[in-house]
């Protein structure tokens, strides 16, 4: 992997958020996945911090959905994982798992 394609663990977890979410992909529910994950709180700048890089380095895109009348007009922002996404993450994966291999008896599994 080159520098532009490496993830961070909290960029990593974005992307598997979205993901998972599919077409229900928005900021606040971006963070309640990745919270549930870390069961820790995600402060909002940390989050569209990471989804603004995550789109700058092409792993990410967003488009405007239509004003919602529950939300004083605002327009939601939905986002999804390009296929360079999924790439970076299939690979992160591997270099993970490759990594994790063999540490079973050292680490437990975790439970």
């Known amino acids: 992997m080159g520098a532009r394609s490496q993830l961070g663990e909290f960029e990593q977890l974005v992307l598997l958020a979205v993901l998972r979410l ?3 992909a928005y900021g606040p529910r971006i963070s309640a996945v990745v919270e549930e ?3 820790r709180t995600v ?4 989050l569209y911090s990471s989804l603004a890089r995550l789109d700058e380095k092409g792993f990410l895109e967003w488009s405007v959905e239509a004003t919602s009348s529950g939300r004083s007009g605002s327009r939601n922002r939905r986002f999804a994982v390009t ?3 999924v790439e970076v993450l299939r ?3 591997s ?3 490759a990594l994790w291999d063999g ?3 050292t680490l437990g599994d975790g439970s």
């Open 37 to 39: 994950a870390l069961d």
């Open 43 to 46: 402060s909002r700048g940390a």
């Open 22 to 24: 599919k077409d229900a």
């Open 91 to 93: 690979a992160s994966r």
């Open 83 to 85: 296929e360079p996404g």
């Open 95 to 97: 270099a993970l798992l």
């Open 103 to 105: 540490l079973e008896t």
